[in-house]
């Protein structure tokens, strides 16, 4: 039976709705099955992969989770080879996602060893890990180091997005001068460089992170604009759920249950960040507050993690950098039993009862890490796929052993299927090559092929 003309729903223009508009606010859409070019779809059927793109002409999504101070390694590794894996300890949160992820073992940083430079394994592991630089050894305004893989890539294709790239922390200090051992601070806390002299500015304010993905206008503006919703008690959904409604109208079914989905992720996002904030700032002792000891870092965490994923799912950026905290850090973890300091219990010198406090910090820093993927997987594609199929996330560090300081077989996993151009589920061994040739791989993944070297590369990794 033929659908009656006035329930079938409105063609309309993907680049007049990329978002939804209202007095002082904006929403940036997901994609929509309705708004995909015919040249598109075409193209899922065509032999041949746009560069950059799915099979179906859908963007690939990159992104690097750092975290601190290396990884017990007899608990991070699968404990049998692909294809019948087994994940450890440590990964065991990401055994319902096995299927999405590659275990790379075998992969190396050769500038982040000591070499003449001495100690400050710290701000080189952090600073040569998506460089594959090494990095000039002072504390002065001299820095010296190397482009990292997301800015190179950034450089070749971040015009495409509203935003090049992102870069996120949830280490909320930052520090300048002297930091470990000779080195910069700029070294021990930046992931991202947009030139060897430069790195990128992070934002760890995930309030400042929403406004930056939803506000309109000029930063002032947007400051001005947010300040006056905040007076008013209104959230950005409001100001834009006219302009929503009439949007709804004219999509089909599946497109308007993912408009439902996506603004109700929206607004859960905003309540807890309003709730974070409802506590006002908090009371100023008028001393120097205790290493990394935040009100509550796994909510911090989890509330990045979202935003980043609504970044993706948004188009808003397809390329991003997380530090979960910056090398050498001695955070304490009183909520999973850990009262020390995580670099504290890293130099374990094989007490077992340190071994076992390391091993819930790794545990505690994936379980946040599993949630993420876990919403990567349930946020559903324009082609049906999930973001997380048509994403590459790396999860790692440039440190391997804490206790040893040591920087080879380093603790790197792969999530994601680039979009059908990578083979996930299987625990994979490089033979001792450097990082770097992992994410010159991903580079071209992302349509950036003429990216020649990256730091001490050698070449592409094969076999991923």
Not at 180 to 192: E, K, R
Not at 230 to 237: E, H, K, T
Request: net charge negative; hydrophobic share 35%; glycine share 10%.
């Amino acid at each position: 039976m033929k659908t009656p003309a006035a329930a079938q729903p409105r063609p309309f223009s993907l680049s007049r709705r990329h978002f939804l508009r209202g007095v002082g606010a904006c929403v940036a859409l997901p994609f929509f099955e309705a708004g995909l070019p015919s040249l598109l779809r075409a193209a899922a059927a065509t032999p041949g992969v746009p560069l950059g793109a799915t099979p179906g002409g859908l963007p690939v999504r990159m992104a690097f989770v750092t975290l601190p101070n290396g990884m017990h390694q007899g608990n991070w590794w699968p404990v049998a080879d692909a294809p019948e894996f087994t994940l450890g300890q440590t990964m065991a949160p990401l055994t319902a996602l096995k299927s999405s992820l590659q275990v790379v073992g075998g992969l190396n940083h050769e500038n982040a060893t000591a070499g003449n430079d001495g100690g400050g394994d710290h701000a080189r592991a952090n600073a040569t890990f998506l460089t594959g630089a090494r990095a000039r050894k002072t504390d002065s305004a001299d820095i010296h180091l190397g482009v990292s893989i997301d800015q190179a890539v950034a450089q070749r294709v971040g015009h495409l997005t509203r935003f090049s790239s992102l870069e996120l922390s949830c280490e909320t200090e930052r520090r300048s001068g002297a930091c470990d051992t000779g080195y910069s601070c700029a070294y021990q806390y930046n992931v991202s460089w947009q030139s060897a002299t430069t790195p990128m500015a992070y934002e760890s304010n995930p309030r400042l992170v929403f406004e930056r993905l939803f506000g309109a206008g000029s930063p002032a503006e947007r400051q001005q604009n947010f300040a006056q919703l905040q007076a008013a008690q209104q959230s950005v959904l409001d100001v834009v759920m006219d302009d929503a409604r009439s949007l709804g109208r004219q999509l089909g079914r599946r497109d308007q249950q993912k408009l439902d989905e996506y603004l109700t992720s929206v607004r859960d996002l905003e309540r807890r960040i309003q709730h974070m904030e409802s506590f006002g700032p908090l009371p100023d002792p008028q001393i120097d507050a205790p290493a990394g000891v935040p009100a509550d870092y796994g909510e911090h965490m989890d509330l990045m993690f979202d935003l980043l994923t609504l970044a993706f799912q948004t188009d808003s950026t397809r390329i991003a950098t997380l530090i979960l905290a910056a090398d050498g850090t001695n955070r304490a973890f009183p909520q999973i039993g850990v009262p020390e300091g995580h670099h504290f219990c890293s130099h374990h010198q094989g007490k077992q009862e340190l071994i076992d406090k390391v091993a819930l910090i790794d545990r505690y820093y994936m379980e946040h890490f599993a949630r993420f993927l876990t919403k990567l997987q349930q946020t559903k594609d324009a082609d049906g796929r999930s973001i997380l199929d048509n994403s590459m996330i790396v999860y790692g560090c440039g440190n391997a052993d804490g206790n040893r300081h040591t920087h080879e077989n380093l603790p790197i996993l792969l999530a994601g299927g680039g979009g059908g151009s990578l083979n996930p589920g299987r625990y994979t061994k490089m033979g001792g090559q450097p990082a770097t040739n992992l994410f010159l791989s991903m580079a071209d993944r992302m349509g950036a092929t003429d990216l020649e070297r990256l730091g001490d590369s050698t070449g592409r990794l094969a076999g991923i």
